[in-house]
T-cell receptor
Framework: EAQVTQNPRYLITVTGKKLTVTCSQNMNHEYMSWYRQDPGLGLRQIYYSMNVEVTDKGDVPEGYKVSRKEKRNFPLILESPSPNQTSLYFC????????????FGEGSRLTVL | AQSVTQLDSQVPVFEEAPVELRCNYSSSVSVYLFWYVQYPNQGLQLLLKYLSGSTLVKGINGFEAEFNKSQTSFHLRKPSVHISDTAEYFCAVSQWGAQKLVFGQGTRLTINP
């Protein structure tokens, strides 16, 4: 089954404790992206990657890092989480935005205390 | 820069009634347009998309949308809604050659029996 898998789905952590949210897709997509969803703000892009070893900032990259060492994986790293990073995070992948659609994971709800 | 405005944050309707969810966008260049649906505790999935051609686009679950270039709108419609259509709906735009989707703030559709 074609899917985007995120882990963990739920996480409560404390300020400053490094964490990684993993994302893996099995569709051989070149494009992957991370979004955060906050009430009243819709989804905002954090980082995206057009291919292996190619990443770029989205609209809200502060406090986040990403890497793309393999085509299927695109982890999101919070080196020193803060309460304003409490949010619902979505990973998505696509063959290419110009002609295709984004396939989303089920989301990771992160709470930073 | 491109932006998307969903004019209603919440839309309550009765079952079997028609519904229209409004979306306006701004962009200085040609765009691709999308509607996504998010059911409770799930990721987003594509309802329909406009890439080119006919301005009336049909999607899944009986939804359709019309691209109006002069009014920069992409409103979503369904002639008769069901309880199962209760969800949050997001309009999104991508500029030709860009590498991100810009999402609206979302419209929560509530179906009352």
């Amino acid at each position: 089954e074609a899917q985007v898998t995120q882990n963990p789905r739920y996480l409560i952590t404390v300020t400053g404790k490094k964490l990684t949210v993993t994302c893996s897709q099995n569709m051989n997509h070149e494009y992957m992206s991370w979004y955060r969803q906050d009430p009243g703000l819709g989804l905002r892009q954090i980082y995206y990657s057009m291919n292996v070893e190619v990443t770029d900032k989205g609209d809200v990259p502060e406090g986040y890092k990403v890497s793309r060492k393999e085509k299927r994986n695109f982890p999101l790293i919070l080196e020193s989480p803060s309460p304003n990073q409490t949010s619902l995070y979505f990973c998505a992948s696509s063959l290419g935005l110009n002609t295709g659609e984004l396939f989303f994971g089920e989301g990771s709800r992160l709470t930073v205390l | 820069a491109q932006s998307v405005t969903q004019l209603d944050s919440q839309v309550p309707v009765f079952e079997e009634a028609p519904v229209e969810l409004r979306c306006n966008y701004s962009s200085s260049v040609s765009v691709y347009l999308f509607w996504y649906v998010q059911y409770p505790n799930q990721g987003l999935q594509l309802l329909l998309k406009y890439l080119s051609g006919s301005t009336l686009v049909k999607g899944i679950n009986g939804f359709e949308a019309e691209f109006n270039k002069s009014q920069t709108s992409f409103h979503l419609r369904k002639p008769s809604v069901h309880i199962s259509d209760t969800a949050e709906y997001f309009c999104a735009v991508s500029q030709w050659g860009a590498q991100k989707l810009v999402f609206g703030q979302g419209t929560r559709l509530t179906i009352n029996p």
